[in-house]
């Protein structure tokens, strides 16, 4: 049923209007969409704010769809690169990284491995100290991605780890990566107890996340 929604979601939610900034990007980093918790909720929360601002646009991606190589440090590490030195992100790395540059709003879902992100989202973050993810190829000192909000969406199985804890097992994209891309307006969902959790705490944490989202929104 969850995968049936995401084809609806990656085609439809997309509509074709004026304005030069899309609204929402959403990374999926879940090799088993049909049972995930919080793609369940984040993308229930979408359709709702879809339902209500009709206009807006809405693109979700996983990454397990694409192939991207395991980063590796080039020759003298990535600084070193010179700008005529023929290296180029992975093409489908590329394809995600000048798609989503066109959105406002980066939203990323995940499941929390280890208390952290999976492998194949640290993959993807790992990328961005290469030319082309952070910075562009001309060797500017702007971060590509400023000016830009993110909200993660994550899920845990268990339901007793302090709120330092939590917080600990999302700190790494929310203090360090993202504003290292310089996003400095992140907000974060990080869903827990999924091992038995009840329809009633989908519901609940279904509109938190709506909320949450529209606040973003409008940050
Ligand atoms: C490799 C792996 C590591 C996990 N590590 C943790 C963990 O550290 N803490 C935890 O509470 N649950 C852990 N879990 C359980 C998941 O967080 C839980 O199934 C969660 O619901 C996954 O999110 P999802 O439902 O959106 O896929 C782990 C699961 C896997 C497969």
Redesign the pocket.
Known sequence: MAQKKLKITNDKFQIKNKRSMKDIYVVVA?P?LK??????IGVEALRRIKKQKKNIEIKIINLYDFKVPFYKTFSKGVYKISKDQKVRLPKDLQKIVNEMRSYKIYVF????????M?AILKNFFDWSVFFGMKYDFKGSKEPLHKNKRAFLI?????DD?SQEEKER?IELIKLNILPWWGIKKIDSLL??G??NISEKRIKKYTKECQGKLFKVMKF
């Open positions: 879940n088993n049972e995930s918790i919080s793609y369940k879902i995940y499941p929390i491995w280890w208390s952290n999976p994550t899920a845990c199985g268990a780890y097992m869903i827990d999924t091992y």
